[in-house]
């Protein structure tokens, strides 16, 4: 995992992020944020807390690395 960008989530949000600050963190909407949650296909542990779920910055920067490595290997890469 980069320790950059848990680094730079940490500066930004604190140690713990909102579900509309990891939404913008990914670029995506609340809601598809929250449906991909529910298929499993981004797999994010939350925590139930302080009246809302909230996300620990270094689990989001560990989504962030793992999507990234995803995007390196060869399945992913464009033919032309």
């Known amino acids: 995992m980069s320790l950059l960008t848990e680094a ?3 500066d930004k949000y604190g140690p713990l992020l909102t579900h509309d600050e990891v ?9 598809t944020l929250r449906n ?4 499993g296909t981004i797999k994010l542990a ?6 809302q779920i909230v996300f620990a910055a270094h689990d989001v ?15 992913f890469l ?3």
């Open 36 to 39: 991909r949650r529910s298929a």
């Open 46 to 51: 939350s925590v139930e807390g302080l009246g």
């Open 61 to 75: 920067a560990a989504l962030i690395y793992e999507v990234c490595e995803q995007a390196k290997r060869p399945q």
């Open 23 to 31: 939404a913008a963190v990914l670029r995506m909407s609340t809601g």
């Open 8 to 10: 730079h989530l940490l």
């Open 78 to 80: 464009r033919h032309e």
